[in-house]
C-alpha cells in the first residue's frame, strides 16, 4: 500500500517562498508519478499543478510554471515542490497523490493521496 506524507507548509509574507515535501513509501514497479495538488478554501482541488514521474520528467501547469518547481528530494522516494513569488491567491490545503504511469507513456488516475499540508500566504 502506498502512503503519501506531506510536510513544509506554513506562513509566509507574500512574496516569499516554501519548499513542501512529499514522501513516499510503499511505492511499487518502476512505472509512477507523484503530482501535487491544492485546495483553497470554498474552491475546488486544482491540479496536478506539478507531476514528476519515475522516469525523471517533471510537467508544470502554465499558472504556476516559473514559480514552483518539482523535484526529486533529498530523501529517497521524495518529491519536492519549491514555491517561489508567493501570493495570497496560494493560500491552500497542499496535497501530493500517486499514479500509476508516467509522463512519457500516460498517466493514470490519480489514487493514492496524502492529507495535506497548509499553506498560508499572508498580504
Known amino acids: 500500500e502506498v502512503h503519501l506524507v506531506e510536510s513544509g507548509g506554513g506562513l509566509v509574507q507574500a512574496g516569499g517562498s516554501l519548499r513542501l515535501s512529499c514522501a513516499a513509501s510503499?511505492?511499487?514497479?518502476?512505472?509512477?508519478?507523484i503530482g501535487w495538488f491544492r485546495q483553497a478554501p470554498g474552491k475546488e482541488r486544482e491540479g496536478p499543478l506539478c507531476i514528476r514521474s519515475s522516469e525523471g520528467n517533471v510537467y508544470c501547469k502554465d499558472s504556476v510554471r516559473g514559480r514552483f518547481t518539482i523535484s526529486s528530494g533529498t530523501a529517497k522516494n521524495t518529491v519536492d515542490l519549491q514555491m517561489n513569488s508567493l501570493t495570497p491567491e496560494d493560500t491552500a490545503v497542499y496535497y501530493c497523490?500517486?499514479?500509476?504511469?508516467?509522463?512519457?507513456?500516460?498517466?493514470?488516475?490519480?489514487?493514492?493521496w496524502g492529507r495535506g499540508t497548509q499553506v498560508t500566504v499572508s498580504s
Open positions: 497523490a500517486e499514479a500509476d504511469g508516467t509522463i512519457a507513456t500516460s498517466i493514470g488516475p490519480w489514487r493514492n
Open positions: 510503499g511505492l511499487a514497479g518502476d512505472r509512477y508519478a
